[in-house]
């Protein structure tokens, strides 16, 4: 995954722009029995109805992305610009998610992860991160999950799994972490 934190002209924080390639085998299953007029492509239009379902469906998880400003949890408003391309048998998602309120933030730290663990989320290597438009001298710090080693992942039984729900918070461990601060 890519995304950029995005600041208005007056150094407020207005939202973050997810860019979420899903792996070959998800983007196979998803754009399986899809019309399309070239093979092996799809335009934006023919997956718009695919860019609709995922977002929908996010809805429930919060967009697996929460974010705090100056320490208070800061909500997000429902998704915008978003849309599907198809590239290399893989799927992007790419979607705005606004601030409820734009947020003047000295410290903003964002979370992007599963809480129940299902859905694995890893940034980019090069560049996962942007500020778009922030005010000069903000430091951006990616900090990525460390994992399970593989003794501790066996030790992880099929109830464990089943138990696992949103309002757990086991699997924040494997969170990305995206921390900017501000003069």
């Known amino acids: 995954m890519k995304g950029e934190l995005v600041y208005a002209a007056d150094g407020l924080v207005t939202g973050v722009r997810h860019a979420w390639t899903f792996d070959d085998m998800y983007s196979a299953f998803a754009t399986q029995g899809l019309e399309h007029t070239k093979k092996d492509a799809f335009t934006r239009a023919e997956l718009a109805a695919l860019a ?10 919060g967009y697996f992305t929460s974010a705090k400003a100056n ?8 998704p ?4 599907l391309d198809y590239a290399d048998s893989q ?36 560049n996962p991160v942007a500020l ?16 399970l080693s593989a003794a501790q992942g066996q030790q992880l039984g099929e109830d464990f799994f089943n138990s696992l729900t949103a ?10 972490k995206v921390l900017v601060q501000c003069p």
């Open 132 to 147: 778009v438009d922030a005010p000069a001298g903000c430091q951006l710090k990616i900090q990525r999950p460390t994992g």
């Open 167 to 176: 309002t757990s918070n086991w699997a924040a461990q494997f969170a990305n």
């Open 80 to 83: 915008i610009d978003y849309w």
């Open 52 to 61: 609709e379902v995922n977002v929908a469906s996010l809805k429930e998880y």
């Open 91 to 126: 799927l992007t998602l790419h979607f705005t998610l606004p601030f409820k309120t734009p947020v003047a933030a000295r410290d903003l730290a964002m979370e992007i992860y599963d809480p129940t663990w299902f859905v694995e989320f890893s940034f980019a290597e090069k």
């Open 71 to 78: 320490g208070k949890k800061r909500p997000f408003g429902e």
